[in-house]
């Protein structure tokens, strides 16, 4: 499985931004789904998870109530929609796919992982 994760960019603080992750086959469909950031210097952060079928959802506590995640299986794509951005979201973000069908907040419980893209926030 291959991922491709693109939507970064440089957004002013409160603004938004909408990021997805392209699966390279259908079959990812069948599993959990999670996005993951590191900034410089930082270790990699949980962010959100995706049940293969969208029915559950996980959220780390810095960005509840303010970023959703979704997947529209029929494209491969999981998204990442982020509002309210901050001075502290700047990362490079990540996306990943696990061969379980629900999504979870342990790094190492991905098998799959998709190469980044950059998210900065101006102030």
């Known amino acids: 499985v291959q991922l491709q994760a693109s939507g970064g960019g440089l957004v002013q603080a409160g603004g938004s931004l909408r990021l997805s992750c392209t699966s390279s086959k259908r079959t990812a469909s069948n599993n959990g789904m999670g996005w993951f950031r590191q900034a410089a210097g930082k270790e990699r952060e949980f962010v959100a998870a995706i049940s293969w079928n969208g029915g559950s959802t996980l959220y780390g506590d810095s960005v509840k109530g303010r970023f959703t995640i979704s997947r529209d299986n029929t494209k491969g794509t999981v998204y990442l929609q982020m509002n309210s951005l901050k001075l502290e979201d700047p990362a490079v973000y990540y996306c990943?796919?696990?061969?379980?069908?629900?999504?979870?907040?342990?790094?190492?419980?991905?098998?799959?992982w998709g190469q980044g893209t950059q998210v900065t926030v101006s102030s």
């Open positions: 990943a796919a696990r061969r379980g069908s629900v999504g979870s907040s342990y790094p190492y419980e991905y098998n799959y």
